[in-house]
């Protein structure tokens, strides 16, 4: 058992009365009492076996006897049951919900489980069939932090065998969940059925497995550097939490690398990234194609757009309606994210002018004397959809258009017209 804690640490154990749990508080009592300063036991009841009750009373019997503090949760799972949903997945998310809970109110340093090197196996050739390689380790971790204590799993590089054999010399009680044994569930199958098979093959090893995990968390480690340069060169962040990165760039990196970049920058909106693999493969095959302006994801936190040769990661927001404008004198004006200066002279050629945004028809002159719709205009250059509503137009009274944003003005009025983009244009980045 590998020993993570000090002498002036508060110990808690979760305990389900399976041999595993039982054997690793039997030996926190009898082997290494002397290495903490308290013990404390928490104990789920799940409701869903008959022998639920015995297993909880026996072990109030057994911390009763031993003066050791016992914690019991009832989880309720009948609506879980009921819905057809995952009883695995959901318990341990109350679970460790609960967990928490006592942990602060407990005061504790560390919270151990029992997990222990044939966890770690099925854990590893779980997420390898099932495709869960991508974005984090292969296994269980042997410590992490959770909060303001550690979650820590001692008997990770124990065998279920030693661990056997440690209950039978010491006559260690403890109790057998029958649905282990129902291969109905998938980690059951592989711990009951597929991994012994493997173990008979002679020329097979399941423990190459952990092999497997050591090599993946040392490309994870790689990838994760590889994705922190190319933020640091090549990611560009403007106003507050808005991220523009290069397509030409980002294309030329390595799938995974691509999804830790993405990782990253989203994990600023959310603590838990949520976009699959499957939707991150789909977004790279529309920035490597030759679509302009592509919505990839929007959601109540993010948006994701495809804008020329950029990608696009803003706030999702709604744009306020901007309010036309009439001036009658010269002065600065703003609209929306424009600074707009108008000089003295234009009210000697006008006596007023008009800032609004675009409008169906509009056109500019061109210095030849030809027309240009100013939706073509804004799309030569390159002002991103999301943006053009957003573009102020100076009019005059009868409507002739003066300037469009940084993308236009009529010769005469280049002198009295000045505007400024005040956020960060990403057309000249």
């Not at 404390?40 to 050791?68: M, P, W």
Request: proline share 3%.
């Amino acid at each position: 058992m590998k020993q993570f804690w000090g002498t002036s640490d508060h110990l808690v154990l979760a305990v389900s009365t399976g041999i595993d749990s039982m054997v690793l508080l039997h030996q926190l009592i009898d082997q290494y009492a002397h290495t903490y300063r308290q013990l404390t036991c928490l104990h789920v009841h799940h409701g869903l076996r008959d022998a639920s009750d015995n297993e909880a009373q026996f072990l109030e019997a057994y911390c009763k006897q031993r003066d050791i503090p016992l914690f019991i949760h009832h989880l309720d799972l009948t609506e879980t049951v009921s819905a057809g949903r995952s009883i695995q997945h959901e318990s341990r998310a109350l679970r460790y919900a609960w967990f928490d809970e006592m942990m602060r109110y407990l005061k504790a340093d560390y919270l151990l489980t029992a997990h222990h090197h044939d966890d770690q196996l099925e854990t590893i050739f779980y997420r390898v069939f099932t495709g869960r390689i991508d974005r984090s380790s292969l296994g269980i971790l042997p410590q992490e932090q959770r909060g303001a204590y550690r979650l820590v799993r001692p008997f990770l590089a124990v065998t279920k065998a030693h661990i056997k054999a440690y209950q039978q010399h010491h006559n260690v009680p403890f109790f057998e969940d029958e649905s282990n044994a129902s291969n109905n569930y998938v980690r059951n199958d592989i711990r009951n059925r597929i991994l012994p098979e493997i173990t008979r093959n002679p020329h097979l090893q399941a423990g190459h497995l952990q092999k497997l995990m050591d090599f993946h968390n040392e490309a994870l480690i790689l990838v994760g550097q590889q994705a922190q340069q190319f933020l640091e060169q090549h990611v560009r962040q403007f106003q507050a939490q808005h991220w523009y990165i290069s397509r030409k760039d980002f294309n030329a990196l390595l799938s995974h690398v691509k999804m830790c970049v993405l990782d990253e920058v989203l994990g600023n909106f959310e603590a838990v990234v949520s976009v699959s693999e499957r939707t991150y493969q789909d977004w790279f095959m529309k920035l490597s194609s030759d679509v302009a302006q592509c919505t990839l994801m929007h959601t109540n936190e993010w948006h994701v757009d495809i804008v020329y040769d950029k990608l696009i990661i803003v706030p999702a927001h709604e744009d306020m309606p901007l309010i036309p404008q009439t001036i009658e004198m010269a002065g600065c004006y703003q609209f929306g994210s424009y600074r707009i200066i108008l000089e003295d002279a234009l009210f000697d050629l006008h006596t007023s002018v008009h800032i609004r945004s675009r409008q169906a028809g509009d056109r500019i002159t061109l210095y030849n004397g030809q027309h240009k719709k100013v939706t073509r205009l804004m799309i030569d250059h390159k002002v991103p959809q999301l943006q053009r509503e957003q573009v102020p137009i100076v009019v005059t009274e009868k409507g002739d258009i003066l300037a469009v944003g940084t993308c236009y003005q009529q010769t005469t009025y280049k002198q009295l017209i000045h505007i400024q983009y005040l956020g960060d244009d990403i057309n000249e980045k």
